[in-house]
């Protein structure tokens, strides 16, 4: 699947939640979506625009005075419904800490040693943040339709952080038998 269509999957998916200014949109991509999904910001606007031209969005009166309300229409909900339906496309992986311990003998043990720790703690954190984002959803949308959609993502997230901590016990364990 194209970016672009990616990013129209990202928007009209936002859209399909609730209608939203574009400041809104480009936040709850940001906030909501970005545990598991980054999007440019200079593709939003330009996306929403190209959507609104296709009648996939509509533009309505904002909130304050100059603002606009996106709202999906029928046709952008069966635009949306094609591109979820669509293959996944899966794009190759681009881990700096794996590269960087892939040629690790040339860095030295001590050095992988302290990226490991980082990123054990960079997924305790990431572990500490999807925990209270658990709590926080299962409260704030309790009763939402989308509910247990969205707690399939957070609940994704928790298992890599997971999984990422038990790689770094695992990690360490080797880099002793290598020294």
């Known amino acids: 699947m194209a970016r672009r269509s990616q990013t129209e999957m990202a928007v009209l998916g936002a859209l399909s939640m609730q209608p939203m200014t574009a400041y809104a949109l480009r ?55 094609e591109l979820l339906s669509e293959p996944i496309t899966t794009t190759p992986s681009r881990n700096g800490l794996l590269l960087r311990l892939f040629f690790g003998r040339t860095l030295g043990s001590d050095r992988c040693r302290e990226l490991i720790l980082q990123a054990r703690a960079d997924a305790e954190r990431s572990l500490a943040d999807y925990e209270e984002l658990r ?39 080797l880099l002793d038998g290598a020294t």
């Open 27 to 81: 936040e709850a991509i940001r906030d909501v979506l970005g545990h598991f999904w980054s999007e440019s910001f200079g593709q939003i606007y330009p996306t929403l625009q190209a959507l609104e031209q296709q009648g996939h969005v509509e533009r309505r009166e904002g909130p304050r005075a100059g603002s606009s309300t996106f709202v999906i229409t029928a046709s952008g909900t069966a635009h949306l419904h």
């Open 135 to 173: 709590r926080t959803v299962a409260v704030e949308d309790a009763g939402s339709p989308d509910l247990p959609y969205i707690m399939t993502t957070i609940s994704a997230g928790r298992h890599s952080a997971q999984a990422l901590i038990a790689w770094t016990e695992e990690a360490l364990t």
